[in-house]
T-cell receptor, first 110, second 118 residues
Framework: DAKTTQPPSMDCAEGRAANLPCNHSTISGNEYVYWYRQIHSQGPQYIIHGLKNNETNEMASLIITEDRKSSTLILPHATLRDTAVYYCIVRGLNNNDMRFGAGTRLTVKP | NAGVTQTPKFQVLKTGQSMTLQCAQDMNHEYMSWYRQDPGMGLRLIHYSVGAGITDQGEVPNGYNVSRSTTEDFPLRLLSAAPSQTSVYFC?????????????????FGNGTRLTVT
């Protein structure tokens, strides 16, 4: 079973920030939080990951709470091309630890 | 640099037929894996490999075989297809750091093979 809980769907207006929450209350101290997205039946695409600290790259920012029990993925200026299913995943050192849940279906609207 | 290439893109099989889904990567990644995705669900791990000659089972291995004779290729074999194996199959690869506490980098996925078994 997936170790994370995400809302099944969210909407966001184009140009606004999209904030996608994830709960991972049973996360262990050596486990990372990863985010992937899947655009309409393509292969999933890696977005960002973090252990304790907040992280930012060219695609998104990841905010992890101090107790590490939840996190938020932020797409700062959502575009129509960001419409996708977003997966929040907890894993250790290895990819075979990953368990995909149902994710959050983000719809960016004009 | 093609990344992860999966062939074929689409396949229709009759129950009991066999086939091999091909996966190749050109990034010299040690780690490779196969997932299946059913409608409305996330991906489930079928088999994975941490290097040439080494394979292991994931969550849903029954009905599937794999081998890893080279770093580049990781084929998935269905020996006797069943309707329950109708799904979209994704192959993925990643870098693995050396040593006993090997860390896998994020996965690179192929674009999938859509398989229908009638």
């Amino acid at each position: 079973d997936a170790k994370t809980t995400q809302p099944p769907s969210m909407d966001c207006a184009e140009g606004r920030a999209a904030n996608l929450p994830c709960n991972h209350s049973t996360i262990s101290g050596n486990e990372y939080v990863y985010w992937y997205r899947q655009i309409h039946s393509q292969g999933p695409q890696y977005i960002i990951h973090g252990l304790k600290n907040n992280e930012t790259n060219e695609m998104a920012s990841l905010i992890i709470t101090e107790d590490r029990k939840s996190s938020t993925l932020i797409l700062p200026h959502a575009t129509l091309r960001d419409t996708a299913v977003y997966y929040c995943i907890v894993r250790g050192l290895n990819n075979n630890d990953m368990r995909f849940g149902a994710g959050t279906r983000l719809t960016v609207k004009p | 640099n093609a990344g992860v290439t999966q062939t074929p893109k689409f396949q229709v099989l009759k129950t009991g037929q066999s086939m091999t889904l091909q996966c190749a990567q050109d990034m010299n990644h040690e780690y490779m894996s196969w997932y299946r995705q059913d409608p409305g669900m996330g991906l489930r791990l079928i088999h994975y490999s941490v290097g040439a000659g080494i394979t292991d089972q994931g969550e849903v291995p029954n009905g599937y075989n794999v081998s890893r004779s080279t770093t580049e290729d990781f084929p998935l074999r269905l020996l006797s297809a069943a309707p329950s194996q109708t799904s979209v199959y994704f192959c993925a690869s990643s870098y693995s750091s050396p040593g006993p506490s090997s860390y896998n980098s994020p996965l690179h996925f192929g674009n999938g093979t859509r398989l229908t078994v009638t």
